[in-house]
């Protein structure tokens, strides 16, 4: 298993600074390799994909062996807990994730706990496959959306919506959504406990959907929650370190900060590093946070932004990553050459 001493990406998660960043990229796995693209048409469809530890553990590990990136992350996907929940989950080319809505806040009910933890032992499985594939300086990261994100697909039905029908949940039918979220907190806490169990480093709370929400909403909807996932962790014995990832909490990120207890935050593609330094503590590990969309484009605006955001985070404990996922149509030599300069070419 990897140690601190012998992980970068682990010892800079743990606060210490380092001249030359750990660097891996959300999204590193998936469709910008033709080696996934490969596996991935030898699958029925993607949540069997997800299901098989022989390939998603294959998946995980392409990045780290293509890039030599300083962690893996699982490969897996945020809504398979509602699949294990009980929901109908589709993944439709061209149209993302479709998810079978919930009428109301105790639909997920129906499923028990154990149930849909139990469902979920494939992922596991690929954890501990990845981990014993990996060399000890290279670190595992588990995963999993966090409860208004997964709350979002279960109400809405798809991502990437104005958020309005879960928002109207939040107004009219507080109960309900005060319940889905705890649910969700619940299968979370134990999913991410047997992720690290069967081997992972280090774990992400994805909040992908963060954006637009008035700040009482943010409170109640992704700072509560979250920090309700997290306390529960550490009542379930989860020492690994946790990287929180609000997109688009702007402002509040700060309060996120301050009230979740996550030991790093994972920064989008808005927020400024000049906000950043000002308003996180100096100790607290940032990951994050080049424009996926300069990694397509490549060139000298990519290098810019690559030195600038180094340059910006040289005093503080910084693990490079994107804003927000890699794209499909990106280069693979632009990934390349990020590398290098993180690692000082
Ligand atoms: O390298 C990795 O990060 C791979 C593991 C991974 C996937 N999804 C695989 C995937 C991770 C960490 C995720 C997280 C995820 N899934 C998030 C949070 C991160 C983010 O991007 O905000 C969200 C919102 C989802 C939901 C989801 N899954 C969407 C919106 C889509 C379709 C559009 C898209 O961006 O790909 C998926 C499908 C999906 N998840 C694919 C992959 C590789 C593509 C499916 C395919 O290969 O056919």
Redesign the pocket.
Known sequence: MASLNSSLFLSVLNGQKSSNPPVWM??????HLPE?LEL?SQAKD?LD?CYSPAMAAE??LQ?VERYDMDAA???????LILDAMGLNVR?E?GL??IVQTVETGHDLDKVAVETAVQRLSPVYETVARVRSALSADKALIG?C?SPW?VALYAIEGR??TDKSMARLWAYEKPDDLDHLLSSLVEVSAHYLAAQVKAGANALML?E??AEGLPSDLFERLVIEPNAALVRRLHALGVTVPIIGFP?GAATMLTHYVDKVGVSAVGLDTAISPEFVNANLPSTLPVQGHLDPLLLIAGGDAMEVRVRALLKAYADRPHIFNLG???R?ETPIAHVERVIEIVRGG
Do not use: C, E, N
């Open positions: 959300m999204r590193q796995a998936g469709r996934y991935r993607f994909f998946a995980t990045p992350i699982l490969f897996a996907d945020i809504l993944f080319k993302g994730p995963f959306g994100t991502g990437g994805f992908s959907w997109r927000h996922g890699v499909p």
